[in-house]
C-alpha cells in the first residue's frame, strides 16, 4: 500500500524568505511523485511532478522540489516566498502505471508581511 | 479549454434530502475521478471512471453515496439521504486515460447538510 506523509500541518514564514514543505512516501512500488497548491475556495492545481530522470524538479511559481528515493522524501522548496504563495500544499503519490493518488494531509503555508 | 466545470459550487441542504453534484470534464479526457476533501480526513478518493466505466468505488463511505457517468462530458455524484456528516467539498477531476498522473481538477462544490 502507498501513503503519504506531511510532516508539518502549518508553516508560517515571512516574505521574501525561503520555505521547505516536507514529504515522505511509503510504497513497495515504483512510484510518481506530485506536489499539488490549492488556493483559498478554489480546487487543486498542480504545481510540479516527478515521473522520471533528474531528481530535482522545477514547478511554476518558482517552487522545486528533489526526489531522494533513499530517504522516500519529496520536499518542496521555494528560495523567496511572497503573499501570494499563501495557500495549502498537497504533496501525492501515484504507483507508476496505476490510476489512483494518495494524497497527503496538506501543509497550509502562510506568509507573513 | 474551460477546464473541469462542477455544479453547483455551494449547495446547502437539509438531513434527509437527495443531494446531486455534477461534473463536466476537460473535452477529450476519459478519466473521471471523484474526491471529497474534509478537514478530519483531507482529500479522500471516492470513486474513478474510465472511458464511462466505474474502475475502483472503495472509496465510496456508503450506499448513500453513488456515482454515474452516462457519457464522455458528463457525471454525477448523488447522495440520498443526506447527512450532516456528508459535509464536505467534493472535487472533480479529470485526466487522459494513462496519465491519472496528470489530472485536472474542477473548482469543488462546498455541500452543507444541516
Known amino acids: 500500500a502507498q501513503s503519504v506523509t506531511q510532516l508539518d500541518s502549518q508553516v508560517p514564514v515571512f516574505e521574501e524568505a525561503p520555505v521547505e514543505l516536507r514529504c515522505n512516501y511509503s510504497s513497495s512500488v515504483s512510484v510518481y511523485l506530485f506536489w499539488y497548491v490549492q488556493y483559498p475556495n478554489q480546487g487543486l492545481q498542480l504545481l510540479l511532478k516527478y515521473l522520471s530522470g533528474s531528481t530535482l524538479v522545477k514547478g511554476i511559481n518558482g517552487f522545486e522540489a528533489e526526489f531522494n528515493k533513499s530517504q522516500t522524501s519529496f520536499h518542496l522548496r521555494k528560495p523567496s516566498v511572497h503573499i501570494s504563495d499563501t495557500a495549502e500544499y498537497f504533496c501525492a503519490v501515484s504507483v507508476v502505471g496505476g490510476n489512483q493518488f494518495y494524497f497527503g494531509t496538506g501543509t497550509s503555508l502562510t506568509v507573513i508581511p | 479549454d474551460a477546464g473541469v466545470i462542477q455544479s453547483p459550487r455551494h449547495e446547502v441542504t437539509e438531513m434527509g434530502q437527495e443531494v446531486t453534484l455534477r461534473c463536466k470534464p476537460i473535452?477529450?479526457?476519459?478519466?473521471l475521478f471523484w474526491y471529497r476533501q474534509t478537514m478530519m480526513r483531507g482529500l479522500e478518493l471516492l470513486i474513478y471512471f474510465n472511458n464511462n466505466v466505474p474502475i475502483d468505488d472503495s472509496g465510496m463511505p456508503e450506499d448513500r453515496f453513488s456515482a454515474k457517468m452516462p457519457n464522455a462530458s458528463f457525471s454525477t455524484l448523488k447522495i440520498q439521504p443526506s447527512e450532516p456528516r456528508d459535509s464536505a467539498v467534493y472535487f472533480c477531476?479529470?485526466?487522459?486515460?494513462?496519465?491519472?498522473?496528470?489530472?485536472?481538477f474542477g473548482p469543488g462544490t462546498r455541500l452543507t447538510v444541516t
Open positions: 473535452s477529450g479526457h476519459n478519466s
Open positions: 477531476a479529470s485526466s487522459l486515460s494513462g496519465r491519472a498522473y496528470e489530472q485536472y
